[in-house]
């Protein structure tokens, strides 16, 4: 199988090609060989690691966290239950983030009511309640 340059895995990745070098200072993608020509050469697995990646991130997975699951892979007997205690603890994250989100909405919401719009921003109910000392 041929090896890929970095513009090829980026597009078949789905990713830019800044991202992948982030990830390789990151650490969740191996930096790859170099060609003679100094040209990196990318394996074909990179992108695989690359689409989890991001799958992972879209799941509100952090980098942090993304390697974590990565290392699992790699450590000998470690069990599916890992993996699993993992995303749990991500649902618990995703559900503490929801309600810190619908407290926000309830909040403004009620902010909004208060102002009619025909007022000077000096006299905005709503910047006034954000100024406030409550």
Known sequence: MESLTIGKVARLAEVGVETIRFYEREGLI???KRRESGYREYPHET???LRF???AKDLG???KEIKELLDLRLEPGN???HVRERAEAK???IETKVR?????RKALTKLTMTCRGKRPVSECPILEAM???E
């Open 53 to 55: 990646v991001r799958r």
């Open 100 to 104: 810190t989100l619908q407290r926000m």
């Open 61 to 63: 997975f952090t980098l």
């Open 79 to 81: 069990a599916c239950e």
């Open 131 to 133: 100024e406030g000392d």
């Open 91 to 93: 649902i618990h994250d």
């Open 30 to 32: 191996d930096e790859p």
């Open 47 to 49: 992108i695989q690691r």
